[in-house]
C-alpha cells in the first residue's frame, strides 16, 4: 500500500473519530440539561458550538 493510500485511510478514519466525538458531547449535553436541570440558556450556545464544529468537518464519505 502506497504511503498516500495510508494517509487517506487515517485522515477517513481520524474524520470518523471526531464525529464521534462531537456525537458523545452532544449527547452528553442534552443528558445533563435533562438529568440534571441544566438551563437552556446554557446548553444553546454549547449546541451551537458543537453543531458548527460537526459543520466544519464535513458529511461522512460513504465507504467504496
Not at 471526531?18 to 442534552?30: D, H, N, S, Y
Amino acid at each position: 500500500m502506497s504511503e498516500e493510500a495510508v494517509d487517506q485511510t487515517d485522515a477517513v478514519t481520524a474524520g470518523d473519530l471526531l464525529r464521534l466525538m462531537v456525537r458523545a458531547e452532544q449527547e452528553e449535553l442534552l443528558r445533563i440539561r435533562d438529568e440534571e436541570g441544566l438551563p437552556d440558556s446554557i446548553v444553546r450556545p454549547i449546541q451551537l458550538a458543537l453543531d458548527m464544529r460537526q459543520q466544519a468537518f464535513g458529511p461522512r464519505k460513504p465507504e467504496t
